[in-house]
C-alpha cells in the first residue's frame, strides 16, 4: 500500500516536472511563433493583429516584398563583411597572443596581459564616444571595415584569454621536441601549433560571430550611409518605416534571423559553450 | 651557445606575436579609454573648441536626477533580471539536470535559444505582446475579467521598466539554464543520496547540499548578470526609446543621448567614465568578498 502512493508521488511530481517544462517551452516559443504566423498572413489579414489566427494564407509573398523593399540582399552583404573581418582579425591576434602569452617567457609577460585584459572589465559604452573621433581621424567613420576593425579591439581581451588557457593545455614538450628537431620559432608556430588549434577556434568563431552579426549600438554610432547598414540597423530603420505592416516586419525579421537559426542549430553546443564561457570568464 | 641563442630567439618571438593584439588595442581601446577621461573634464559639442572644466561635469552629472533615474533603472533592471531570468534559469537547470528526464537536449537548446537573437527582432515582437489595442497581454489581462485595452505596460511611467525587465528576463532565462545545469551534472549525487537516507527532503537537500557545491558558478553569473544588465541598451531602443518621460532612461542610452543629440560630448563621456568606474569597482569588490571562496 506504501509502496503504491510513493509511485503515485512520484508520477504526480514527475508530471508536474514536465508541465512546468512544456509551459517554459511555449513561453519561449511564442514570440518566434508569433513571427513565422504574422509573416505568412496576407497584409488585409494581418491588419487584425498579430494575435488573431490567420485566415487568408501569403505564405512567399512577405517575403519578395519584404526583401526587395528592405534590401536585404545588401545588408545581408554588409553584415557578412563585417563578420568575417571581425571573425578572422580576432582569430588571428587572439590566437598569436594567447600562443605567446601561455609558451614564451619574457619580461613584462604579466603586466602586459592584464593591461590586455582591463578591454574585458570597461564596456564598450565608456570608450564609444571619443572611438568615434580615433574612427574619424583614421578616415573609418561610416566603413564597415572601422567598424570591423574597433571590434577585433575592444573585444579581444575575453578571445586572447580563452585562447591562452587553451594553449596552457597543450603540452610543452611537443612544442620542445620541434624546437630541438631544428624548427624555427615560425615553424613551429605552423606546422606543430596551428594544427592542433581548430577545437579551440569554434567556440571562439561563434561567440564573435554572433556579437558581430547581432551589433546594433557601434554601427548606429559609426555608420550614416543606409546602403552600409548591417542587417540589425537595417531591420530597425524598416521597422520605425513600417510600424503597422505586421506581416512585412514579420518577413523582415524571419529574413534576419534565418541565417543565425541555421548556424545555431548546426553548431548549438558550440554556441552554448562559447557563450558560457564568454560570461563564466567575463 | 646554442641554447642562449634558442632562449633569445624566444623573447624575440614572444614580443613579435603580441604586436597585433598591442596595436589594435592601444589604438581602439587604450587610446580612446585615455581619450574619454580626457573628455570628461571638457566641456565640448563636439565641433567647435572644447573649454576645460575640470570636475565640472561630474558635478553636475551627480545633481542630475535623470543620470539617478537612469542608474536606478539599471539597479531595476538588475533585479528584475535576477527575478525573471536567473532565477527561473536555476530551477529549470535543476529539474532538467535529474536523470530520469528525457529531452533534455531539446528543451536546452530551445530555451537558449532567444539568447542568439538581436534585440531588434524580439524587442519588437514583445512590443506587439504589450499592444494595448491588439496585443497577447490584452487578451490575457481580458481573459481573466481585466480591462486589457486600458493597459499599456510599455506606455505607463509605472510599469514601462517592468515591461522592459520582463523581456530581458525571457532572453536571458535560457542562457542561465545552460550555465547551471553543467554546474548541476558535475555535482556529487552520492551526497544528495546520502542526505535523503539521512532523512532531509528535497528543500533541504537542494539547499544545503546541491546548491552549496555550484556557489562557485553562481557568483560568477551574478557578477556577469550585474555587468551585462548595466551595458543594456539596443533593449531599450527598440521597446522605448528611454520613454515615456524618461521613465526607461539607462545608463548607456543617456550617455548615447547626451553626446547624439544634444551635442554634449563633455558631459556624456562623464558619464560613460562613472559607468566604468562602477563596473570596474563592483567586479573587483564583489570578487574580493562575496566572491571570495571561488579564488
Redesign the interface.
Known amino acids: 500500500m506504501k509502496m503504491r502512493s510513493q509511485k503515485t508521488n512520484r508520477l504526480i511530481t514527475r508530471i508536474l516536472i514536465y508541465l512546468v517544462l512544456i509551459l517554459a517551452l511555449v513561453y519561449t516559443l511564442i514570440p518566434f511563433a508569433t513571427i513565422l504566423l504574422t509573416s505568412f498572413r496576407t497584409a488585409k489579414d494581418a491588419v487584425r493583429g498579430p494575435f488573431t489566427w490567420p485566415k487568408d494564407w501569403n505564405i512567399v509573398g512577405n517575403y519578395i516584398e519584404a526583401w526587395e523593399m528592405g534590401q536585404f540582399s545588401r545588408y545581408m552583404l554588409n553584415s557578412l563583411y563585417m563578420m568575417v573581418l571581425t571573425v578572422v582579425g580576432t582569430l588571428v591576434v587572439a590566437t598569436l597572443a594567447g600562443y605567446s602569452f601561455a609558451k614564451f617567457r619574457y619580461p613584462g609577460k604579466n603586466a602586459i596581459y592584464y593591461i590586455l585584459l582591463i578591454g574585458m572589465m570597461i564596456p564598450f559604452q565608456s570608450i564609444m564616444l571619443p572611438l568615434y573621433f580615433t574612427l574619424k581621424s583614421m578616415g573609418l567613420l561610416n566603413s564597415l571595415s572601422g567598424i570591423g576593425l574597433l571590434m577585433i579591439g575592444t573585444g579581444e581581451g575575453f578571445a586572447i584569454m580563452m585562447m591562452r588557457s587553451f594553449f596552457i593545455g597543450i603540452p610543452d614538450s611537443i612544442i620542445e621536441s620541434a624546437r630541438l628537431d631544428g624548427c624555427s620559432e615560425i615553424q613551429v608556430l605552423v606546422r606543430v601549433v596551428l594544427p592542433n588549434t581548430f577545437p579551440a577556434w569554434t567556440s571562439l568563431v561563434v561567440i564573435t560571430a554572433m556579437g558581430s552579426w547581432n551589433n546594433l549600438l557601434a554601427p548606429m554610432m559609426y555608420i550614416f550611409s543606409q546602403d552600409k547598414y548591417p542587417v540589425p540597423y537595417a531591420l530597425y530603420a524598416f521597422q520605425s518605416a513600417h510600424t503597422t505592416d505586421y506581416q512585412l516586419l514579420a518577413a523582415g525579421m524571419m529574413i534576419s534571423i534565418v541565417p543565425i537559426i541555421i548556424v545555431y542549430v548546426m553548431f548549438q553546443s558550440s554556441f552554448q559553450n562559447g557563450l558560457m564561457a564568454g560570461a563564466v570568464k567575463g | 651557445m646554442r641554447k642562449k641563442s ?1 632562449y633569445r ?3 624575440i ?3 613579435v ?2 604586436i ?3 596595436l ?2 592601444a ?7 585615455v ?2 577621461i ?2 570628461s573634464m571638457l566641456d565640448w559639442d ?1 565641433v567647435t573648441k572644447a573649454a576645460f572644466v575640470g570636475l565640472g561635469n561630474y558635478r553636475e552629472l551627480f545633481t542630475d536626477p535623470v543620470f539617478w533615474k537612469a542608474f536606478v533603472n539599471n539597479i531595476f533592471y538588475t533585479i528584475g533580471i535576477l527575478a525573471f531570468g536567473v532565477l ?1 534559469g536555476l530551477a ?1 537547470a535543476y ?2 539536470s ?1 536523470p ?2 528525457k529531452g533534455r537536449t531539446l ?16 524587442g ?3 512590443k ?2 504589450y ?1 494595448p ?4 497581454l490584452r ?1 490575457i489581462i481580458n481573459l481573466f475579467g481585466g480591462d486589457g485595452g486600458g493597459f499599456a505596460i510599455t506606455g505607463n511611467v509605472k510599469t514601462a521598466m517592468l515591461g522592459i525587465t520582463i523581456t530581458g528576463g ?1 532572453t536571458y ?3 542561465c539554464m ?2 547551471f545545469i ?1 554546474a548541476f551534472m558535475g555535482t556529487n549525487m552520492e551526497l544528495e543520496e546520502a542526505a535523503k537516507l539521512d532523512g532531509a527532503n528535497n528543500w533541504q537537500t537542494f539547499h544545503r547540499v546541491t546548491l552549496p557545491q555550484i556557489r562557485p ?1 553562481i557568483n ?2 551574478l557578477v ?1 548578470t550585474v ?1 551585462d544588465c ?2 543594456v ?2 533593449l531599450v ?2 521597446m522605448t526609446s528611454g520613454g515615456p518621460n524618461d521613465a526607461t532612461q539607462i ?2 542610452y543617456y ?2 543621448k547626451q ?2 543629440t544634444f551635442n554634449r ?1 563633455g558631459y ?2 562623464a558619464a ?2 562613472v ?2 568606474i562602477f ?2 569597482a563592483f ?1 573587483v569588490i564583489y570578487n574580493a568578498t562575496l566572491g571570495k571562496e571561488e579564488l
Open positions: 634558442l630567439n624566444q623573447i618571438m614572444g614580443y606575436l603580441l597585433p593584439a598591442v589594435f588595442f589604438v581602439f581601446f587604450g587610446y580612446s579609454l581619450q574619454a580626457h573628455y563636439g527561473p529549470l529539474i532538467l535529474r530520469y528526464i528543451f536546452r537548446s530551445v530555451y537558449f535559444f532567444p539568447r542568439i537573437i538581436s534585440a531588434v527582432v524580439y519588437a515582437v514583445w506587439w505582446m499592444d489595442r491588439n496585443g497577447l487578451l525571457w532565462f535560457g542562457f545552460v550555465i553543467a558558478v560568477m553569473v556577469y555587468i548595466f551595458k541598451y539596443d531602443l527598440v545608463m548607456t550617455i548615447y553626446a547624439f560630448f556624456g563621456s560613460a567614465i559607468l566604468g563596473m570596474v567586479t
